[in-house]
């Protein structure tokens, strides 16, 4: 089992940034590759980026190419989110997710996750 909480959210101007972080407990992360999703207001849940379990790899969506990163921090036991040039459009509660089975490598999809955190509100105004 791992606990993950994620930090950082906030109200923030468009242009402006933040950076959200996922602290884990019960198990080093460096067992997980992991992915970061939204999901606004009457939508579903989606991809936003990833780190693989090596952290060789990360992907996102087209959407915010160019505009957030994913890292990790080993020695925290910690994964971040750092969001630049935000937009309206990113508004949406930001969760941060674990997956165990890293054999197919870095998955886009909700169910390929085990351990999700609670969320935490992001909100862009224009």
């Known amino acids: 089992q791992v606990q993950l909480v994620e930090s950082g959210g906030g109200l923030v101007q468009a242009g402006g940034s933040l950076s959200l972080s996922c602290a884990a407990s019960?198990?080093?992360?460096?067992?997980?590759?992991m992915g970061w999703f939204r999901q606004a207001p009457g939508q579903e849940r989606e991809f936003v980026g990833g780190?693989?379990?090596?952290?060789?790899?990360?992907y996102y969506v087209d959407s915010v190419k160019g505009r957030f990163t994913v890292s990790r921090d080993s020695a925290k036991n910690t994964v971040y989110l750092h969001m630049n040039s935000l937009k309206p459009e990113d508004t949406a509660v930001y969760y941060c997710?674990?997956?165990?089975?890293?054999?197919?490598?870095?998955?886009?999809?909700?169910?390929?996750?085990?351990?999700w955190g609670q969320g935490t509100q992001v909100t862009v105004s224009s």
């Open positions: 019960g198990r080093t992360l460096s067992s997980f590759a």
């Open positions: 780190i693989s379990r090596s952290s060789r790899y990360t």
């Open positions: 997710a674990a997956d165990q089975d890293t054999s197919l490598g870095l998955k886009t999809t909700t169910v390929s996750y085990e351990y």
